[in-house]
């Protein structure tokens, strides 16, 4: 400890000892002074403010500054405090995310591999998929998808070990994870119809799955069972019905684009499909930012008459679409129903191509049942399932 500032130090006591209420500056400024004389009083409330500070402040740079900071005073923590391995791991989950947030991938992922020592995987886990690096992203989920209460929402558990075994190549521990996840909605369908929603949704993904393991018989097993869900919801889609949990279904619509995108690496990083799509990320930004590129592609095709890559591309913006509106239910309907109504039509434009059609009507299925049109939306798959059994 260097030599104490004596009036510093009484100037903080008054400071936080004052009926005022305080700006958080003034407060950080304050327990780092105090927490040079009084560190065992101090460091912890140090430490809260200077995570609280670094979510507050729109600069990156600045969060990067106060969140380094935060991970030096935590260190400094004896070890045994109340909530210092809490704390620790607080910092550190701040520190990546102000690394990644100003493109410094190198250190966020060293401060991601020291958290996933210290028992948070999910961090590390994200970061391997967005490198495309899914079967050590899938290994560090395993434990996450195979533990918590059975009684609990399993979704945010096993959608990620599932998109992650998926991407590997391992499709049979794919299908079984995910399975997890439909049976739990199945059991949970029949108590609360607010759950017919989200296995209609579940079960279309499944059948996507399936028929990219090359299991055609279950794939259409698949699409009958949400046939007979969306059947279901347009007979008697009341208000018991619900439209499920509109992330839910953004996820994995979202997860359903990855195949239609380049592949991941260290050097052209992805968005973490099959992850929450709430979740802001640098990822989640450049995905987003290749949407006037791709825009301008659709054009040139549009032009050119090239109309089965434009309807691929035509996906990929409307992927990027429904990621942008995450989370923001103002004018989620008229926003996103444009991007399903054109997929239909200009899938329709191709006469020969069976596989697109099918996928514009599903991609719309699910759209609609998200907004609670059932009705079309049983309609929409119908069709679907129809013109992928007449192939």
């Given at each position: 400890?260097?030599?104490?500032?004596?009036?510093?130090?009484?100037?903080?006591?008054?400071?936080?000892?004052?009926?005022?209420?305080?700006?958080?500056?003034q407060?950080?400024?304050?327990?780092?002074?105090?927490?040079?004389?009084?560190?065992?009083?101090?460091?912890?409330?140090?430490?809260?403010?200077?995570?609280?500070?670094s979510?507050?402040?729109?600069?990156?740079?600045?969060?990067?500054?106060?969140?380094?900071?935060?991970?030096?005073?935590?260190?400094?923590?004896?070890?045994?405090?109340?909530?210092?391995?809490?704390?620790?791991?607080?910092?550190?989950?701040?520190?990546?995310?102000?690394?990644?947030?100003?493109?410094?991938?190198?250190?966020?992922?060293?401060?991601c591999?020291?958290?996933?020592?210290?028992?948070?995987?999910?961090?590390?886990?994200?970061v391997?998929?967005?490198?495309?690096?899914?079967?050590?992203?899938?290994a560090?989920?395993?434990?996450?998808?195979?533990?918590?209460?059975?009684?609990?929402?399993?979704?945010?558990?096993?959608?990620?070990?599932?998109?992650n075994?998926?991407?590997?190549?391992?499709?049979?521990?794919?299908?079984?994870?995910?399975?997890?996840?439909?049976?739990?909605?199945?059991?949970?369908?029949?108590?609360?119809?607010s759950?017919?929603?989200?296995?209609?949704?579940?079960?279309?993904?499944?059948?996507?799955?399936?028929?990219?393991?090359?299991?055609?018989?279950?794939?259409?097993?698949?699409?009958?069972?949400?046939?007979?869900?969306?059947?279901?919801?347009?007979?008697?889609?009341?208000?018991?019905?619900?439209?499920?949990?509109?992330?839910?279904?953004?996820?994995?619509?979202?997860?359903?684009?990855?195949?239609?995108?380049?592949?991941?690496?260290?050097?052209?990083?992805?968005?973490?499909?099959?992850?929450?799509?709430?979740?802001?990320?640098?990822?989640?930004?450049a995905?987003?930012?290749?949407?006037?590129?791709?825009?301008?592609?659709?054009?040139?095709?549009?032009?050119?008459?090239?109309?089965?890559?434009?309807?691929?591309?035509?996906?990929?913006?409307?992927?990027?679409?429904?990621?942008?509106?995450?989370?923001?239910?103002?004018?989620?309907?008229?926003?996103?129903?444009?991007?399903?109504?054109?997929?239909?039509?200009?899938?329709?434009?191709?006469?020969?191509?069976?596989?697109?059609?099918?996928?514009?009507?599903?991609?719309?299925?699910?759209?609609?049942?998200?907004?609670?049109?059932?009705?079309?939306?049983?309609?929409?798959?119908?069709?679907?399932?129809?013109?992928?059994?007449?192939?």
């Amino acid at each position: 400890m260097g030599t104490i500032d004596h009036d510093a130090v009484l100037r903080a006591r008054v400071l936080l000892l004052g009926t005022g209420r305080l700006a958080l500056l003034q407060e950080v400024n304050a327990y780092r002074v105090l927490a040079e004389v009084s560190p065992k009083a101090y460091l912890p409330k140090f430490v809260d403010a200077l995570l609280l500070m670094s979510y507050r402040t729109r600069d990156a740079e600045v969060r990067l500054l106060l969140t380094r900071e935060a991970i030096e005073a935590v260190r400094k923590i004896e070890a045994g405090m109340p909530r210092r391995d809490e704390r620790v791991r607080s910092a550190l989950d701040a520190h990546q995310r102000a690394l990644f947030g100003v493109g410094r991938r190198d250190e966020g992922r060293a401060v991601c591999e020291e958290l996933a020592r210290k028992g948070q995987s999910e961090p590390l886990a994200r970061v391997l998929t967005e490198e495309g690096r899914f079967g050590e992203a899938a290994a560090l989920n395993e434990a996450a998808g195979r533990g918590g209460d059975p009684a609990e929402q399993p979704f945010w558990r096993l959608v990620p070990w599932a998109a992650n075994l998926e991407g590997a190549g391992q499709h049979a521990e794919a299908t079984a994870a995910f399975l997890g996840l439909v049976d739990w909605t199945r059991r949970q369908a029949t108590e609360r119809r607010s759950a017919l929603a989200a296995l209609a949704w579940e079960a279309v993904h499944l059948s996507r799955m399936y028929e990219t393991a090359g299991r055609g018989p279950q794939a259409a097993a698949a699409r009958h069972e949400a046939l007979a869900v969306l059947a279901d919801l347009a007979a008697d889609g009341g208000p018991g019905s619900g439209a499920g949990d509109l992330s839910q279904w953004s996820t994995l619509f979202v997860l359903s684009g990855r195949s239609g995108e380049p592949a991941a690496s260290a050097d052209a990083p992805l968005f973490p499909f099959g992850t929450d799509v709430n979740r802001v990320s640098a990822t989640r930004g450049a995905f987003l930012g290749a949407l006037p590129e791709l825009e301008a592609r659709a054009q040139a095709l549009e032009e050119a008459g090239r109309l089965p890559e434009l309807s691929d591309v035509r996906r990929r913006i409307g992927v990027r679409a429904v990621l942008r509106q995450a989370g923001h239910f103002h004018l989620f309907e008229e926003r996103l129903a444009p991007h399903f109504d054109e997929g239909v039509a200009l899938a329709r434009r191709l006469p020969r191509d069976p596989g697109r059609l099918a996928r514009a009507l599903t991609d719309r299925s699910v759209f609609r049942t998200a907004i609670r049109a059932f009705g079309p939306a049983h309609a929409d798959f119908a069709e679907a399932v129809a013109v992928l059994g007449a192939r």
